[in-house]
Protein backbone atom coordinates (compact mmCIF):
# COMPACT_ATOMS: atom_id res chain seq x y z
CA UNK A 1 0.00 0.00 0.00
CA UNK A 2 3.19 2.05 -0.40
CA UNK A 3 1.30 4.44 -3.10
CA UNK A 4 -1.44 5.14 -0.57
CA UNK A 5 -2.80 8.91 0.13
CA UNK A 6 -2.79 8.82 3.52
CA UNK A 7 -3.85 12.87 4.23
CA UNK A 8 -6.50 11.61 1.40
CA UNK A 9 -7.76 8.80 3.84
CA UNK A 10 -7.36 11.52 7.45
CA UNK A 11 -9.81 13.86 5.34
CA UNK A 12 -12.17 11.37 4.07
CA UNK A 13 -11.77 9.50 7.94
CA UNK A 14 -12.52 13.11 9.78
CA UNK A 15 -15.29 13.59 7.68
CA UNK A 16 -16.94 10.87 7.75
CA UNK A 17 -16.74 10.91 11.67
CA UNK A 18 -17.85 14.40 11.97
CA UNK A 19 -21.14 13.47 9.77
CA UNK A 20 -21.20 10.32 12.27
CA UNK A 21 -20.77 11.92 15.39
CA UNK A 22 -18.28 9.78 16.17
CA UNK A 23 -14.61 9.68 18.39
CA UNK A 24 -11.60 7.93 17.94
CA UNK A 25 -12.64 6.31 21.23
CA UNK A 26 -15.78 5.41 19.21
CA UNK A 27 -13.96 3.62 15.75
CA UNK A 28 -11.55 2.10 18.25
CA UNK A 29 -14.30 0.33 19.97
CA UNK A 30 -15.89 -0.82 17.16
CA UNK A 31 -13.15 -1.82 14.95
CA UNK A 32 -11.17 -3.19 17.91
CA UNK A 33 -8.62 -1.45 17.26
CA UNK A 34 -6.26 1.01 19.67
CA UNK A 35 -7.75 4.36 20.02
CA UNK A 36 -3.85 5.85 19.90
CA UNK A 37 -3.99 3.94 15.91
CA UNK A 38 -7.03 5.77 15.36
CA UNK A 39 -5.72 8.82 15.86
CA UNK A 40 -2.55 8.25 13.75
CA UNK A 41 -4.76 7.72 10.63
CA UNK A 42 -6.33 11.02 11.43
CA UNK A 43 -3.04 12.73 11.34
CA UNK A 44 -2.23 11.62 8.13
CA UNK A 45 0.16 8.84 9.49
CA UNK A 46 1.20 5.02 7.91
CA UNK A 47 -1.22 2.15 9.30
CA UNK A 48 -0.83 -1.37 8.38
CA UNK A 49 -3.40 -1.66 5.57
CA UNK A 50 -5.20 -4.93 7.59
CA UNK A 51 -5.48 -2.42 10.06
CA UNK A 52 -7.11 0.22 7.60
CA UNK A 53 -9.23 -2.80 6.41
CA UNK A 54 -10.50 -2.83 10.03
CA UNK A 55 -11.33 0.60 10.45
CA UNK A 56 -13.42 0.72 7.10
CA UNK A 57 -15.27 -2.49 7.72
CA UNK A 58 -16.18 -0.93 11.40
CA UNK A 59 -17.52 2.05 9.81
CA UNK A 60 -19.14 0.43 6.82
CA UNK A 61 -17.50 2.81 4.09
CA UNK A 62 -14.17 2.07 1.83
CA UNK A 63 -11.82 5.37 1.76
CA UNK A 64 -9.88 5.93 -1.57
CA UNK A 65 -6.75 4.75 -0.55
CA UNK A 66 -5.02 5.38 -4.39
CA UNK A 67 -3.78 1.71 -4.42
CA UNK A 68 -2.24 0.05 -7.62
CA UNK A 69 -4.73 -1.21 -9.68
CA UNK A 70 -3.61 -4.82 -9.54
CA UNK A 71 -4.87 -4.57 -5.98
CA UNK A 72 -7.79 -7.43 -4.86
CA UNK A 73 -9.89 -7.66 -2.37
CA UNK A 74 -11.71 -11.24 -1.27
CA UNK A 75 -15.59 -11.05 -1.32
CA UNK A 76 -16.79 -10.77 2.26
CA UNK A 77 -18.16 -14.17 2.42
CA UNK A 78 -14.28 -14.59 2.89
CA UNK A 79 -14.05 -12.02 5.00
CA UNK A 80 -13.33 -8.98 2.45
CA UNK A 81 -9.12 -9.19 3.32
CA UNK A 82 -7.27 -7.70 0.35
CA UNK A 83 -4.49 -9.51 -1.31
CA UNK A 84 -1.26 -7.43 -0.29
CA UNK A 85 -2.25 -7.49 3.53
CA UNK A 86 -2.59 -11.39 3.51
CA UNK A 87 -0.04 -12.43 0.45
CA UNK A 88 2.81 -13.00 3.65
CA UNK A 89 0.56 -15.89 4.69
CA UNK A 90 0.96 -17.55 1.21
CA UNK A 91 3.27 -20.57 1.30
CA UNK A 92 4.03 -24.06 2.30
CA UNK A 93 3.33 -25.09 5.90
CA UNK A 94 3.29 -28.50 8.10
CA UNK A 95 0.13 -28.75 10.22
CA UNK A 96 0.91 -30.71 13.68
CA UNK A 97 -2.08 -31.97 15.57
CA UNK A 98 -2.65 -34.59 17.94
CA UNK A 99 -3.95 -38.06 16.53
CA UNK A 100 -8.00 -38.56 16.73
CA UNK A 101 -7.13 -41.49 18.19
CA UNK A 102 -4.14 -41.95 20.12
CA UNK A 103 -2.80 -38.64 22.05
CA UNK A 104 0.18 -39.85 22.40
CA UNK A 105 0.94 -39.69 18.53
CA UNK A 106 1.16 -36.41 16.24
CA UNK A 107 0.26 -36.16 12.67
CA UNK A 108 2.24 -34.20 10.97
CA UNK A 109 0.44 -33.01 7.55
CA UNK A 110 1.11 -31.11 4.75
CA UNK A 111 -0.82 -27.54 3.61
CA UNK A 112 -0.19 -25.15 1.37
CA UNK A 113 -2.13 -21.68 1.51
CA UNK A 114 -2.34 -19.76 -1.85
CA UNK A 115 -4.29 -17.34 -3.23
CA UNK A 116 -6.96 -18.63 -5.82
CA UNK A 117 -7.51 -16.03 -8.88
CA UNK A 118 -10.66 -17.46 -9.83
CA UNK A 119 -12.31 -16.90 -5.76
CA UNK A 120 -10.09 -13.40 -5.48
CA UNK A 121 -9.32 -15.69 -1.78
CA UNK A 122 -6.73 -17.30 -0.71
CA UNK A 123 -7.32 -21.26 -0.02
CA UNK A 124 -5.87 -24.00 0.81
CA UNK A 125 -4.75 -27.90 0.73
CA UNK A 126 -3.37 -30.51 3.02
CA UNK A 127 -2.54 -33.90 2.82
CA UNK A 128 -2.09 -36.70 4.72
CA UNK A 129 -0.49 -40.48 4.00
CA UNK A 130 -0.82 -42.29 7.81
CA UNK A 131 -0.53 -46.07 8.12
CA UNK A 132 -2.34 -47.71 10.55
CA UNK A 133 -1.07 -50.13 13.10
CA UNK A 134 -2.86 -53.02 11.28
CA UNK A 135 -0.71 -52.14 8.40
CA UNK A 136 -3.56 -50.27 6.30
CA UNK A 137 -2.42 -46.91 4.35
CA UNK A 138 -4.67 -44.02 4.61
CA UNK A 139 -4.36 -41.10 2.02
CA UNK A 140 -6.56 -38.03 3.20
CA UNK A 141 -6.52 -35.20 0.55
CA UNK A 142 -8.54 -31.54 1.62
CA UNK A 143 -9.02 -28.47 0.11
CA UNK A 144 -10.71 -25.71 0.96
CA UNK A 145 -11.57 -21.91 1.77
CA UNK A 146 -9.29 -19.41 4.06
CA UNK A 147 -11.70 -17.15 5.84
CA UNK A 148 -10.31 -14.27 7.46
CA UNK A 149 -12.98 -12.26 9.87
CA UNK A 150 -12.55 -8.78 10.44
CA UNK A 151 -11.51 -7.78 14.10
CA UNK A 152 -11.05 -11.05 15.51
CA UNK A 153 -7.53 -12.00 15.03
CA UNK A 154 -8.14 -15.64 13.97
CA UNK A 155 -8.09 -17.65 10.46
CA UNK A 156 -10.02 -20.11 9.49
CA UNK A 157 -9.67 -22.73 6.96
CA UNK A 158 -13.18 -24.53 5.91
CA UNK A 159 -13.32 -27.52 4.06
CA UNK A 160 -17.09 -28.35 3.55
CA UNK A 161 -18.22 -31.41 1.17
CA UNK A 162 -21.40 -32.07 -0.79
CA UNK A 163 -22.14 -35.12 1.72
CA UNK A 164 -22.76 -32.85 4.65
CA UNK A 165 -18.64 -33.58 6.08
CA UNK A 166 -16.88 -30.00 7.79
CA UNK A 167 -13.73 -30.15 8.76
CA UNK A 168 -12.57 -26.54 10.30
CA UNK A 169 -9.16 -25.21 11.31
CA UNK A 170 -9.54 -22.27 13.30
CA UNK A 171 -6.09 -20.84 14.49
CA UNK A 172 -4.56 -17.27 15.69
CA UNK A 173 -2.69 -15.00 13.16
CA UNK A 174 0.95 -16.10 11.59
CA UNK A 175 2.93 -14.95 14.26
CA UNK A 176 6.76 -15.29 14.00
CA UNK A 177 8.74 -17.79 16.74
CA UNK A 178 12.24 -18.43 16.32
CA UNK A 179 11.97 -17.12 13.28
CA UNK A 180 9.62 -19.48 12.15
CA UNK A 181 5.90 -18.48 11.12
CA UNK A 182 3.67 -20.47 13.11
CA UNK A 183 -0.47 -20.18 13.69
CA UNK A 184 -2.11 -22.17 16.34
CA UNK A 185 -5.30 -23.03 17.07
CA UNK A 186 -8.05 -25.98 16.85
CA UNK A 187 -9.18 -28.61 14.37
CA UNK A 188 -13.16 -30.20 14.79
CA UNK A 189 -13.90 -32.63 12.54
CA UNK A 190 -16.24 -34.94 11.79
CA UNK A 191 -15.56 -39.14 11.57
CA UNK A 192 -18.32 -41.62 11.07
CA UNK A 193 -19.09 -44.70 12.59
CA UNK A 194 -20.94 -47.37 10.73
CA UNK A 195 -24.05 -47.43 13.69
CA UNK A 196 -24.27 -44.21 14.68
CA UNK A 197 -22.81 -41.66 12.41
CA UNK A 198 -20.72 -38.80 12.37
CA UNK A 199 -19.15 -37.42 15.58
CA UNK A 200 -17.48 -34.37 16.18
CA UNK A 201 -13.36 -35.23 17.21
CA UNK A 202 -10.87 -32.35 18.20
CA UNK A 203 -7.27 -31.79 18.28
CA UNK A 204 -4.91 -29.01 19.39
CA UNK A 205 -2.98 -28.37 16.24
CA UNK A 206 -0.62 -25.51 14.75
CA UNK A 207 0.82 -24.78 11.36
CA UNK A 208 4.97 -24.02 10.96
CA UNK A 209 6.04 -22.22 7.88
CA UNK A 210 8.59 -25.13 5.91
CA UNK A 211 11.92 -23.60 5.93
CA UNK A 212 15.47 -23.64 7.78
CA UNK A 213 13.90 -25.12 11.18
CA UNK A 214 10.91 -26.96 9.50
CA UNK A 215 11.03 -29.75 7.29
CA UNK A 216 8.69 -30.67 4.82
CA UNK A 217 8.73 -34.05 6.24
CA UNK A 218 5.32 -35.75 7.18
CA UNK A 219 3.44 -38.66 8.68
CA UNK A 220 3.39 -40.04 11.99
CA UNK A 221 5.79 -38.41 15.00
CA UNK A 222 6.42 -41.35 17.15
CA UNK A 223 8.19 -39.99 20.53
CA UNK A 224 11.60 -41.51 19.51
CA UNK A 225 11.06 -38.83 16.62
CA UNK A 226 13.37 -35.69 16.98
CA UNK A 227 10.62 -33.26 15.96
CA UNK A 228 7.98 -35.12 18.58
CA UNK A 229 8.97 -32.99 22.18
CA UNK A 230 9.15 -29.46 20.11
CA UNK A 231 5.76 -30.18 18.74
CA UNK A 232 4.14 -31.92 21.76
CA UNK A 233 5.63 -29.11 23.83
CA UNK A 234 3.81 -26.52 21.94
CA UNK A 235 0.46 -28.57 20.95
CA UNK A 236 0.48 -28.61 25.66
CA UNK A 237 0.30 -24.78 25.58
CA UNK A 238 -2.19 -24.26 23.44
CA UNK A 239 -4.69 -27.12 25.55
CA UNK A 240 -3.55 -25.18 28.67
CA UNK A 241 -4.46 -21.81 27.11
CA UNK A 242 -7.26 -22.63 24.99
CA UNK A 243 -9.05 -25.33 26.94
CA UNK A 244 -12.08 -24.61 29.24
CA UNK A 245 -10.69 -25.65 32.92
CA UNK A 246 -13.32 -28.32 33.27
CA UNK A 247 -12.03 -29.96 30.14
CA UNK A 248 -8.20 -29.06 30.97
CA UNK A 249 -8.61 -30.82 34.46
Partial sequence: MSNADWKRIAAQLNDHLTRSRLSSADVAKKAGVDRKTVERLRAGRTVR???????????????????????????ARFGGYQREAVAAYIGEYVAFRRSFDTAARIIASYLEVRWDDSENALRFRESQ????????????????????????GVMNFVVHSEDGRVRLIS????????????MKGFILTLNELRDIGYYPVTSPIFLARVGDAVALKTGVLEQDDERFDWADDILTNIEGRLLPPRLNA
Fill in 49 to 75: QQTLQWIEQALGVQFNTDEPTDASRSP
Fill in 129 to 152: DNRHASGRNYAYRFGGDVLIPPNL
Fill in 171 to 182: TSMPREDGGTLI
